[in-house]
């Protein structure tokens, strides 16, 4: 049983610019959610979809925007790139209120 | 505003030796979750234990054992007779209520064994 993916596992992209990333649930889950976590913090929540619509935001600017498909997997967006928004992405899929999955997460390098 | 406390950034400890990794939390709903994680290196965040706030009951799990006190709000996690795998960054998180499907985490314990 395949756990949570996530893909590319690192990006670099360069200040300005727009950046996707991609999530995979775990099978049997069909709530996706997005977490930030820069160098030695805690993962900081950015959004959580369900019924692909966005359910739940975080104290994130509209630059992070999401998506979900029918099939439960979700997509990250983050336009105008800035130094502050390198850190590590991390997806986790659930199901109902049970405890989330984490996937390895995307390492976006800004520069 | 939900609040997690991590008060420990790091812990080193020989092999074998039992650690506890302390967490405090903050909340105005008498419901609530709250959870361990376990990061190694590689990043992912693997789940070790969920507990409701209604089920204050300890929980022991092999070498690992969770006390859970609502009087002082906190969440501790013990690890008995430790060894090099437990080497990780350890988070403690909290989910309130229905109402809300987030994770608030403290800022992590990085725990390190040394053989």
């Known amino acids: 049983d395949a756990g949570v993916t996530q893909s590319p596992t690192h990006l670099i992209k360069t200040r300005g610019q727009q950046v996707t990333l991609r999530c995979s649930p775990k099978s049997g889950h069909d709530t996706v959610s997005w977490y930030q976590q820069a160098l030695g913090q805690g993962p900081q929540f950015i959004f959580q979809y369900y019924e692909e619509e966005e359910r739940q935001r975080g104290n994130f600017p509209d630059r992070f925007s999401g998506h979900q498909f029918p099939n439960y997997s979700s997509e990250l967006n983050v336009n105008a790139l800035l130094l502050g928004d390198s850190a590590l992405y991390l997806c986790?899929?659930?199901?109902?209120?049970?405890?989330?999955?984490f996937g390895q997460g995307t390492r976006l390098t800004v520069v | 505003a939900q609040k997690v406390t991590q008060a420990q950034t790091e812990i080193s400890v020989v092999e074998k030796e039992d650690v506890t990794l302390d967490c405090v939390y903050e909340?105005?709903?008498?419901?609530?979750?709250l959870f361990w994680y376990k990061q190694p290196p590689s990043g992912e965040l693997v789940f070790l234990i969920r507990r409701n706030s209604f089920d204050e009951q300890n929980e022991i799990s092999g070498r690992y054992s969770w006390n859970f006190q609502k009087s002082t709000s906190s969440f501790n996690f013990t690890i008995t007779a430790s060894q090099v795998v437990d080497s990780a960054v350890y988070f403690c998180?909290?989910?309130?209520?229905?109402?809300?499907?987030?994770?608030?985490f403290g800022k992590g314990t990085k725990l390190s064994v040394i053989p």
């Open positions: 986790a899929s659930s199901f109902g209120r049970s405890e989330a999955f």
């Open positions: 909340t105005r709903d008498t419901t609530y979750y």
């Open positions: 998180a909290l989910s309130e209520g229905a109402g809300s499907y987030q994770l608030t």
